[in-house]
């Protein structure tokens, strides 16, 4: 019992660390959309502030490149699931031999680099342009062309894979029976096959909008005049980024949760009303009275989703009304004095510190050594004071300064005559 009650609480520990992981910078850049500073930053809190919606929606670059994005992904979704379809069919009547062969190329894009596939595409499509003859600005050299093109070449993959995993629970039977019956192959593919394949295809032209909706690598090369959302993103990174760009992936979080709470919800009700029809009586269903659930009863998800749009409601209500101004402006007040502060702190520890120095230099300082009154060379032998010297040291017996140690002074010079004469 003790390891069991260990074992719920390691995977209840698991799944808040996965989940704070998987959505925790999500909910981190939700709330710096509503934070007042001009860089995205969740604290500090500043002031609460609706702006940066207004500003998001200002950006005429932000629009343009949603447009573009959706137009890109509407295109996607067409091209990718319908080769995706073709290849799922394909694959499933194919020689037994063949399949795998097949099924590797039709994978293989999914392995290839998406900026491989974008420089492909640009350089493909340019050369069959210039085959054709025709002008530099054709509509093989169109933006939205090629980034259609270079988007579904991997895309459809996905797709296919969707595809076939609902193609594999397929009775084949139903189609031979139609055909039997007089249809057609198109009327046995459009009446039996295609209503059967259509959860599938509505899951594989979602999976296609959101992968063409968030490509960047691909894009890169291939959008020419016509700047997707990514790329337009990329540009305002690399050039500074504002809270409007919060206030983006907010609305784009709140849009996949409504959606995500609308089809569990949707699936929530048809799963009661089918139950309550197993449930009923003769008479109920003789009558067409069939008691139904209500929208909320027993279904958590639309619960979920009136409260997340109630919410919405309010927040939008609140932003119509509510002005920060005024708390802007005390906020702008409050770092102007403390920036006062600072620079008067600062000031105060640079007085110090110069009264410090010279302090430390007027007690370390070492005395000058008095001047000798001669600044000539040649080590001071030509001092005054060295002169007088031998002089005295001489007797004085001459007023001869010349150099060579004295050697050719008068008085040595008469020495030398008088022991000359005394020698002779």
């Known amino acids: 019992m003790k390891n069991l009650s260990l074992m719920r609480i390691s995977i209840w520990g698991y799944l808040a660390i996965f989940f704070a992981y998987l959505l925790g ?6 709330v710096t959309a509503f934070n007042s500073p001009g860089f995205p930053r969740a604290a500090p809190w500043e002031c609460l502030t609706f702006e940066w919606f207004s500003a998001l929606f200002q950006d005429e670059r932000i629009l343009n490149g949603i447009w573009n994005s959706v137009l890109v992904g509407a295109g996607t979704v067409v091209l990718s699931v319908a080769m995706g379809l073709a290849g799922a069919l394909m694959l499933t009547q194919i020689w037994p031999k063949l399949r795998a062969t097949y ?30 003859g025709l002008e530099a600005d ?3 050299s169109n933006g939205l062309f090629l980034t259609v093109i270079g988007q579904s070449t991997f895309i459809a993959s996905y797709c296919m894979l969707v595809l076939v995993a ?7 039977a139903l189609t031979e029976a139609a055909l039997d019956l007089g249809a057609s192959h198109a009327q046995a593919f459009r009446k039996v096959l295609l209503p059967f394949m259509k959860p599938a295809i509505a899951s594989a ?7 063409s909706f968030e490509n960047y690598n691909t894009t890169t ?3 020419g005049e016509y700047p997707t959302l990514t790329i337009e993103l990329a540009q305002k990174v690399r050039y500074g980024i504002t809270p409007a760009i919060s206030a983006l992936a907010f609305i784009i979080v709140l849009l996949t949760v409504f959606a995500a709470l609308f089809n569990e919800a949707n699936i929530r009700r048809k799963e009661l009303v089918a139950l309550a029809r197993k449930e009923a009586t003769v008479e109920e269903l003789s009558s067409g009275r069939i008691k139904m659930p209500g929208f909320l009863s027993s279904n958590w998800a639309a619960v979920a989703l009136v409260i997340v749009a109630c919410a919405t409601v309010v927040v939008v209500g609140t932003a119509t009304v509510y002005s920060p101004q005024q708390c802007i402006a005390n906020v702008q007040e409050q770092k102007r004095l403390e920036t006062e502060e600072r620079i008067q702190e600062l000031r105060r520890q640079r007085e110090l510190r110069r009264q410090q120095q010279e302090t430390e230099q007027g007690s370390t300082a070492p005395a000058q050594s008095q001047p000798t009154g001669n600044n000539s060379g040649f080590g001071n032998v030509f001092a005054p004071t ?6 005295e040291g001489t007797g004085g017996t001459g007023d001869n300064n010349s ?3 004295g050697a050719f002074a008068p008085n040595s010079l008469s020495g030398e005559e008088t022991e000359e004469g005394s020698g002779n």
């Open 25 to 30: 910078p999500l909910v981190i850049m939700s």
């Open 221 to 223: 090369f291939t959008f």
């Open 138 to 140: 054709s509509f093989l």
């Open 166 to 172: 609902r193609l594999q629970r397929y009775d084949i």
């Open 205 to 211: 032209a979602v999976l296609a909008f959101l992968a």
């Open 386 to 391: 060295n002169l007088e010297g031998e002089e």
């Open 403 to 405: 150099g060579f140690g």
């Open 103 to 132: 099924y590797t190329i039709i994978i293989a894009p999914i392995l290839v680099p998406g900026v491989v596939i974008g420089i492909s595409t640009l350089v493909f499509w340019d050369r069959i342009n210039r085959m054709l």
